[in-house]
């Protein structure tokens, strides 16, 4: 299945615009530009999951049934036998990363 030429440019305009928000940003910003940035990342991310899905198909879950954040937000790109949880999600690859990277000093215990 191909992507629609129209969304495909929309798609690419909103992250375009995202990232030069995000590189204007500086020490002197505020939290208000930094949620700007956060709103486009949102909407740029939001028509990705549209060009993602197969036309007809379910749309990505809106819960994460996780029991720590069952409001949170959905990770997109969950891995296989993975939980859609976007927290959890990020904090295990966090870990995953951490296992893999050579010569990093593991924390006592």
């Known amino acids: 299945m191909s992507l629609h030429a129209e969304d495909l440019n929309d798609f ?7 990232a030069h928000m995000a590189r204007s940003l500086h ?6 530009d930094a ?8 909407s740029a991310s939001k028509l990705s999951l549209r ?10 879950p809106t819960t994460t049934g996780c029991a720590d954040h069952p409001t949170g937000a ?9 939980g859609t949880c976007l927290l959890c999600n990020a904090r295990r690859r ?16």
């Open 12 to 18: 690419q305009q909103q992250v375009e615009e995202a």
């Open 27 to 32: 020490t002197g910003s505020t939290a208000q």
């Open 35 to 42: 949620a700007a940035v956060c709103r486009a990342l949102a």
């Open 51 to 60: 060009l993602a899905l197969p036309a007809g198909s379910a749309a990505m």
């Open 74 to 82: 959905v990770d997109p790109v969950a891995p296989p036998g993975w």
């Open 94 to 109: 966090r870990h995953d990363a951490q296992q893999r990277t050579p010569g990093q000093r593991q924390p006592a215990q």
